[in-house]
């Protein structure tokens, strides 16, 4: 309220020492602002016309001949582009989602097909496996969550732009690679 009053009074004082003070100071830039909105740039008239399929298809391969081709995975190292920890981010990924989506159809047809694959006979048949059997198969299942999820936390490091530099992405997927292979093998064995 006291802000409202203080302003107030500075228009009022503004306003008496020169009248309309706010429009004064406003017209030129309403003036600029008027002439770019008005101007219309000129341009040349579009023109369309009928082409038959065929024309269409020779139109569309004449322009896709002069089209720059632009290079892929062939420009980098391979150890950079094929098995860095970028692609295997997305394989873990479509792997997780591959098991979840396969075990769920599986579950969902093994009363008609005569399966038991409940959880009781799960639990049973892994209780039957030796110590190293069960660490071994629980760090194979829980290797793609814990690279999934250490690579999903770079990739937001990524995101506030740090660790952009070659040697430190190198150096990072490393890290990776090795804590999660760690973290896996402690939650396989250990826990």
């Excluded at 429009?23 to 740039?41: E, G, Y």
């Excluded at 040349?44 to 298809?57: G, N």
């Amino acid at each position: 309220m006291i802000a409202q009053r203080v302003g107030l009074s500075a228009l009022r004082r503004g306003a008496a020492i020169r009248p309309n003070v706010s429009f004064t100071q406003n017209v030129p830039r309403l003036a600029v602002a008027s002439r770019l909105s008005t101007s219309t740039p000129s341009r040349a008239a579009i023109v369309t016309e009928k082409l038959t399929p065929d024309q269409e298809e020779a139109l569309l391969v004449a322009q896709r001949k002069i089209r720059p081709v632009s290079p892929h995975l062939q420009i980098y190292r391979p150890e950079q582009t094929w098995f860095g920890a970028s692609i295997w981010t997305r394989i873990t990924g479509s792997a997780l989602a591959g098991a979840l989506y396969g075990y769920s159809i599986v579950y969902l047809a093994s009363p008609l097909l005569g399966w038991h694959i409940e959880s009781s006979a799960l639990v049973e048949a892994f209780a039957g496996l030796g110590v190293f059997t069960k660490g071994t198969l629980k760090s194979i299942i829980a290797w793609p969550f814990v690279y999934h999820l250490f690579n999903g936390i770079r990739h937001l490091t990524y995101d506030m732009a740090w660790g952009f530099a070659k040697p430190t992405i190198s150096k990072w997927a490393t890290i990776l690679t090795a804590s999660s292979v760690v973290t896996a093998l402690g939650l396989g064995f250990l826990w």
